[in-house]
């Protein structure tokens, strides 16, 4: 098989082969699954039927490439709200899943020699695509000790005449970490200085635990230059429906359009207009599933912090935990080998999410109290053997 150079550049996500491998344990012990990121409640009724209704009244058809206009008005009225600005519908391209803005900006941008800061650990796509696309994929460290904030005096230590894009994901898969106020400040600052194009990945945006949720576009300066990738997956638990969003200045938005018309060519426009009921319905079931992720956060941190060389900063948002494991005297990858094949329990190790994440597990909660406890249980039998 003859394939194209840029094929060795390609990376993957390493949730969905321990989730293979999970499953396929599962045929011989009991598994709890902490492995992959996704909300384990049900899609709200109301979207379901939403969905169900505009299947029935004919939205089985392509769409525009940059989505129903009816969504992508909805979408900058509810978005922009949150973030306390004005966009318009002109801004907005739906996608299917967030995923494609991430893939789609950095092909829209990144060439041959350009340079992308990326944070490590983070989302493991982030470097995959940045490499596939011809470019350097330069990490910056995320750090414990800052609450998993990266520092803004490195971020400009690390930007050159040669950096085309910053990528930034708060709050963040996989520490849970947030950004604060004046850290995007000083970020938005760095890039309008240099003229850098900035991804910020906020689909957690609406997974926070505390406070009130800060976006880069509130600094008003760095919007010419700013992709916003957020969508339905998390906020709604719709993760297998693939419908996420982005919001770019106009031009960019046409540039995104046309990508996806060579593509996906659309996103499902059933799906899309079961979102305008996503948008408009009651909240209560995505408050209940809010409140819940809250709990279960810190039933996990506590457990975290009582097993015998873990160490767990409680995150503010997203529903993973991330402790530091450097103290069990085991490597990172290890550990999450010895944890599913020997008790059942599927985590992920740190490397997953790039270097930095060497010494630490990542744990997504979207699972119950009992398998949490369970999981705790069976981590702390292993540790009992070590
Ligand atoms: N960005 C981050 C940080 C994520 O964790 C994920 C999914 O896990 C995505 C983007 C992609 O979301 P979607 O499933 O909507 O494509």
């Given at each position: 098989?003859?394939?194209?150079?840029?094929?060795?550049?390609?990376?993957?996500?390493t949730?969905?082969?321990c989730?293979?491998?999970?499953?396929?344990?599962?045929?011989?012990?009991?598994?709890?699954?902490?492995?992959?990121?996704?909300?384990?409640?049900?899609?709200?009724?109301?979207?379901?039927?939403?969905?169900?209704?505009?299947?029935?009244?004919?939205?089985?058809?392509?769409?525009?490439?940059?989505?129903?206009?009816?969504?992508?008005?909805?979408?900058?009225?509810?978005?922009?709200?949150?973030?306390?600005?004005?966009?318009?519908?002109?801004?907005?391209?739906?996608?299917?899943?967030?995923?494609?803005?991430?893939?789609?900006?950095?092909?829209?941008?990144?060439?041959?020699?350009?340079?992308?800061?990326?944070?490590?650990p983070?989302?493991?796509?982030?470097?995959?695509?940045?490499?596939?696309?011809?470019?350097?994929?330069?990490?910056?460290?995320?750090?414990?000790?800052?609450?998993?904030?990266?520092?803004?005096?490195?971020?400009?230590?690390?930007?050159?005449?040669?950096?085309?894009?910053?990528?930034?994901?708060?709050?963040?898969?996989?520490?849970?970490?947030?950004?604060?106020?004046?850290?995007?400040?000083?970020?938005?600052?760095?890039?309008?200085?240099?003229?850098?194009?900035?991804?910020?990945?906020?689909?957690?945006?609406?997974?926070?635990?505390?406070?009130?949720?800060?976006?880069?576009?509130?600094?008003?300066?760095?919007?010419?230059?700013?992709?916003?990738?957020?969508?339905?997956?998390?906020?709604?638990?719709?993760?297998?429906?693939?419908?996420?969003?982005?919001?770019?200045?106009?031009?960019?938005?046409?540039?995104?359009?046309?990508?996806?018309?060579?593509?996906?060519?659309?996103?499902?426009?059933?799906?899309?207009?079961?979102?305008?009921?996503?948008?408009?319905?009651?909240?209560?079931?995505?408050?209940?599933?809010?409140?819940?992720?809250?709990?279960?956060?810190?039933?996990?941190?506590?457990?975290?912090?009582?097993l015998r060389g873990f160490r767990?900063?409680?995150?503010?948002?997203?529903?993973?935990?991330f402790p530091n494991v450097e103290g069990t005297g085991l490597d990172c990858k290890v550990l999450a080998h010895r944890l599913l094949e020997e008790q059942?329990v599927?985590c992920l190790a740190g490397t997953c999410f790039g270097k930095y994440g060497n010494g630490f597990l990542r744990f997504?909660?979207?699972?119950?109290?009992?398998?949490?406890?369970?999981?705790?249980?069976?981590t702390?039998?292993l540790l009992?053997q070590i």
């Amino acid at each position: 098989m003859r394939l194209a150079d840029r094929m060795n550049n390609l990376g993957t996500e390493t949730a969905f082969d321990c989730l293979c491998r999970a499953k396929a344990l599962e045929c011989t012990m009991d598994v709890v699954h902490l492995e992959i990121g996704e909300p384990d409640f049900d899609t709200p009724k109301h979207i379901r039927e939403a969905a169900k209704r505009a299947i029935d009244e004919g939205y089985t058809h392509y769409g525009p490439s940059a989505g129903l206009p009816e969504l992508r008005a909805a979408i900058a009225e509810y978005a922009g709200k949150l973030r306390g600005v004005h966009f318009t519908p002109e801004q907005v391209v739906v996608t299917p899943g967030g995923k494609p803005v991430m893939a789609f900006a950095i092909m829209a941008l990144v060439e041959e020699g350009d340079e992308v800061i990326y944070p490590n650990p983070g989302f493991p796509i982030y470097e995959s695509m940045i490499e596939y696309m011809g470019g350097t994929a330069v990490p910056i460290r995320l750090r414990e000790d800052k609450d998993f904030r990266l520092d803004a005096e490195e971020l400009a230590s690390l930007v050159n005449p040669r950096t085309k894009l910053i990528v930034i994901n708060s709050p963040c898969n996989p520490t849970g970490g947030v950004l604060t106020k004046d850290d995007l400040k000083l970020i938005a600052e760095t890039a309008v200085k240099h003229n850098v194009w900035v991804l910020s990945d906020e689909i957690y945006s609406e997974i926070l635990y505390d406070g009130v949720f800060e976006s880069i576009v509130q600094n008003a300066d760095v919007r010419e230059r700013l992709i916003i990738l957020d969508g339905f997956s998390k906020t709604y638990a719709m993760t297998g429906w693939r419908i996420g969003y982005g919001i770019m200045p106009p031009k960019m938005a046409d540039m995104l359009a046309r990508i996806q018309t060579n593509t996906n060519s659309c996103t499902a426009t059933f799906t899309q207009r079961a979102c305008l009921d996503a948008l408009r319905g009651p909240r209560e079931e995505v408050n209940r599933m809010l409140a819940e992720f809250k709990r279960r956060r810190d039933l996990i941190v506590e457990g975290l912090n009582n097993l015998r060389g873990f160490r767990c900063k409680l995150p503010a948002g997203a529903f993973y935990a991330f402790p530091n494991v450097e103290g069990t005297g085991l490597d990172c990858k290890v550990l999450a080998h010895r944890l599913l094949e020997e008790q059942g329990v599927a985590c992920l190790a740190g490397t997953c999410f790039g270097k930095y994440g060497n010494g630490f597990l990542r744990f997504s909660y979207a699972n119950s109290i009992e398998n949490i406890g369970k999981a705790l249980e069976k981590t702390e039998q292993l540790l009992k053997q070590i």
